[in-house]
């Protein structure tokens, strides 16, 4: 599970179109099926139920990969950052806490694909605060919802975001200029036909991390997941569900929606949300005081 060789080759000469044909070969798996692969790659190292847990979720990856277009980046690279982030996720799943991989999966492949586009983003400076971060990866969804003008937010607008996001407005109009402004895509073509296929990216001194210490920060990084993804497994079954279908996914699941699958009020709802968000900040709490 150290090597991409596992995966159907992805690049820009196979095209992005034979990938997707080649991944939706692969079956998905049956709960009872995922458990006993899970179990035996993580009991006795079995590569190849490790192969068949990585490859029957390569379609996940490619639909939250999908999720990332609108910045500008190569979907080859988005879901090829993906995929390390779902093998990096199937070598730390523990199938007995009662997760499907699917779930698990997601925070890594999540993790990995941002992590690239902060990275492939750094040239206009977005910052890392945790502020930051979510204003960069949900203002572009909410500006197309609420404006389709162009040029700066209006003050309502910018107060509309600040609200639904938690952050300050100056944050709002900061980041929205930043990524509005004069700022290029990497990926545009550069200059005349001389240059042949050459883009601004090109011409940029790449001052990224390489893949090895990349990698070695996220496996520093496994202890976090391990103690999040232990608190989690302390909820119970309708607390996990409501708190990923209103934190975990791109577009949160109505509290309207959920309000009629669990037969209880809206207001109940969101007060399960927030008491199992709570319950699993606190266990983290007492985590870092221990360790």
């Given amino acids: 599970m150290s090597s991409r060789a596992v995966l159907p080759v992805l690049s820009s000469d196979t095209g992005l179109t034979r990938y997707m044909q080649e991944i939706r070969k692969f079956p998905m798996l049956e709960a009872e099926e995922e458990f006993m692969l899970a179990k035996s790659f993580k009991e006795h190292g079995n590569t190849e139920a490790a192969h068949k847990l990585v490859t029957s979720?390569?379609?996940?990856?490619?639909?939250?990969?999908?999720?990332?277009?609108?910045?500008?980046?190569?979907?080859?690279?988005?879901?090829?950052?993906?995929?390390?982030?779902?093998?990096?996720?199937?070598?730390?799943?523990?199938p007995d806490k009662g997760f499907r991989l699917s779930t698990y999966a997601m925070w890594w492949i999540k993790a990995s694909i941002q992590e690239y586009v902060l990275r492939s983003w750094s040239v206009v400076k977005v910052g890392t605060s945790a502020a930051q971060k979510k204003l960069f990866f949900h203002l572009k969804r909410i500006r197309a919802r609420i404006t389709k003008a162009e040029g700066d937010l209006s003050p309502q607008e910018v107060a509309l975001i600040s609200k639904e996001l938690d952050v300050?407005?100056?944050?709002?109009?900061?980041?929205?200029?930043?990524?509005?402004?004069?700022?290029?895509?990497?990926?545009?073509?550069?200059?005349?036909?001389?240059?042949g296929d050459a883009e601004y990216g090109d011409f940029i001194a790449d001052g990224a991390e390489g893949f090895d210490t990349v990698l070695s920060e996220r496996q520093e990084k496994s202890q976090e997941h391990k103690q999040l993804n232990t608190a989690i497994a302390d909820l119970s079954d309708r607390e996990k569900d409501i708190l990923f279908e209103r934190r975990l996914r791109e577009v949160p699941t109505t509290l309207e929606d959920l309000s009629q699958r669990y037969n209880i009020s809206r207001e109940r709802v969101r007060q399960i949300e927030n008491r199992a968000f709570e319950k699993v900040q606190t266990k983290l709490l007492e985590y870092r005081k221990a360790g």
Avoid: C, T, W
Avoid at 61 to 79: Q, S, T
Avoid at 186 to 195: T, V
């Fill in 57 to 94: 979720h390569l379609r996940l990856v490619a639909k939250m990969a999908m999720g990332f277009r609108g910045y500008g980046l190569p979907l080859v690279e988005l879901i090829s950052e993906g995929n390390i982030g779902l093998m990096q996720a199937v070598k730390k799943f523990d």
């Fill in 168 to 195: 300050g407005e100056d944050d709002v109009i900061d980041m929205d200029r930043r990524m509005n402004g004069h700022d290029i895509s990497l990926n545009q073509p550069y200059g005349d036909s001389e240059n």
